[in-house]
């Protein structure tokens, strides 16, 4: 029998809001193997969790996270991406997770929303020795190509653009490409939509030694399928039901 898949809790998993010490307490309380959080940073380099770099406020207005010092985002409060109808939260500092790597081991998955973030990611993780704890995604080609240059000990995914799938050339040529390119940059796997992946990429990936990542599935009939096909991780929303499933497996 096959390994199951890595099991990685999407940001906002078991609904709740995007970014926040929620999703991260309830990826923990499921089980997860992973947690993924997005990265972005102000004017000033401080990374900070969003996925979007404008940001709605509650009094109607928005910014840019990039365009603001972090004293200047810490004022606002900001409406909360994926929350209950009028919820609003804090922008979080990267630093917040930090407890939680350090008391559970568990991995975590950073996606980068902004070649700005490479830099300040590099140091973080060097400067809080999490390199073998943490890795990238949000790269594709050119951002992949910039953190192997910036610092070649980071683990990083190539996030594939699903377009690539949508041009007419055949899926195995597609396959084939997308694996030199990922392999042209030191990426250890590829970082897919799932709806893109057929069971002819699996063994074309494992001649490049690469994993196969998928995002985002939310629903255990697919989750079974693409278990069953050998992914090397499912990335999800519904958490608890991936984890229930694995469960159902080994019994």
């Known amino acids: 029998m096959s ?10 998993c078991m609904g709740t809001p995007d970014n926040t010490l929620k999703s991260i307490e309830a990826g923990l309380s499921c089980g997860a193997d992973i947690l993924e959080e997005d990265i972005l940073v102000t004017a000033d380099g401080m990374l900070v969790l969003s996925h979007d770099d404008n940001v709605h406020l509650a009094d109607g207005t928005e910014c840019w996270i990039s365009q603001m010092s972090y004293e200047q985002l810490l004022q606002l409060d900001v409406k909360a991406h994926n929350g ?10 990267l630093d917040a997770v930090l407890p939680y790597l350090s008391k559970s ?3 975590m998955n ?3 929303k902004s070649d700005a973030c490479v ?4 140091a973080w993780i060097e400067k ?5 704890q943490v890795f990238l995604s949000g790269c594709e080609k050119d951002r992949a190509q910039l953190v192997q240059q910036v610092n070649p000990r980071l683990r990083k995914l190539l996030n594939v653009d699903p377009a690539v799938f949508m041009t007419g050339a055949p899926y195995l040529e597609v396959a084939h ?3 030199k390119d990922a392999a042209a940059s030191a990426c ?4 897919l939509n799932y709806r893109v992946v057929a069971p002819e990429l699996l063994p074309i990936a494992a001649e490049y030694g690469l994993d196969v990542c998928i995002w985002t599935v939310n629903e255990v009939d697919e989750m079974e399928h693409f278990s069953q096909m050998g992914v090397h991780s499912i990335t999800t929303r519904n958490i608890a039901a991936l984890v229930q499933l694995k469960t159902e497996r080994q019994i």
């Open 105 to 107: 081991g568990v991995r």
């Open 119 to 122: 830099e300040p990611i590099a």
């Open 177 to 179: 490409q997308i694996c």
């Open 128 to 132: 809080n020795q999490l390199l073998e």
């Open 84 to 93: 209950a109808p009028g919820e609003t939260m804090r922008i979080l500092p």
């Open 110 to 112: 950073l996606d980068l």
């Open 3 to 12: 390994s199951f898949p890595r099991m990685t809790a999407h940001t906002g």
């Open 188 to 191: 250890f796997g590829l970082n």
